[in-house]
């Protein structure tokens, strides 16, 4: 427990787990008696993966189309896979522009994918196939219009395998509902 500052309500049904943080707030001042006894307790998700629930939930007051790109964004930018899949629905629409086919030894992490578990293979087999510190993305736009927004930009990375570089020019289409991303769509282009 040690360098936690609080202790977890965690509540567990039917294999789900959520885990909260509560406040109590009192009227130290408070000039009736009544009011003097009123206490306020409010519970607070405690993690990321709680508040992705009870957002998808409505239980909680969700995140703009913007705030949850640009979030997306900074995640990645972290580079934790379980940290980037909390943002996304139990069903994603994902797709990758590429011709059909087997891509499971060249460039796995191009397939299709469906449910956050799938977002944390996808971008553990990125980091896992990429030399990190040779990885880039650059964001040139971000255009939101309702649940959809589109992100323009473009990635340089290097193959572990080869040391092969290469930029990609890549547009990735996002639709959010209630704060979780559903739809993952990503188009690009790339060039030694």
């Not at 379980?82 to 796995?108: F, M, N, Q, T």
């Not at 992100?151 to 209630?178: D, Q």
Request: charged letters at 20%; a negative charge.
């Amino acid at each position: 427990m040690s360098g936690r500052l609080f202790v977890p309500l965690v509540l567990r049904h039917d294999g789900s787990e959520l885990r909260l943080f509560s406040t109590v707030a009192t009227f130290g001042t408070a000039l009736d008696v009544t009011i003097a006894e009123l206490a306020i307790e409010s519970f607070f998700p405690a993690d990321a993966a709680t508040a992705g629930r009870l957002m998808q939930a409505g239980a909680l007051v969700t995140r703009t189309t913007r705030e949850t790109v640009e979030e997306l964004l900074l995640r990645v930018a972290g580079g934790d896979p379980e940290e980037i899949s909390r943002l996304y629905a139990d069903h994603v629409a994902w797709r990758l522009d590429w011709p059909p086919g087997d891509y499971s030894k060249s460039v796995p992490w191009i397939c299709d994918r469906s449910t956050p578990a799938g977002v944390v293979e996808h971008f553990r087999l990125i980091a896992d196939h990429h030399v990190g510190d040779r990885s880039s993305a650059t964001v040139s736009a971000i255009v939101v219009d309702g649940d959809d927004a589109v992100v323009l930009g473009e990635l340089r990375n290097t193959a572990h395998r080869t040391g092969r570089s290469y930029v990609a020019a890549f547009a990735l289409h996002l639709t959010v509902k209630g704060g979780l991303i559903t739809r993952h769509h990503i188009y690009e282009t790339a060039s030694p």
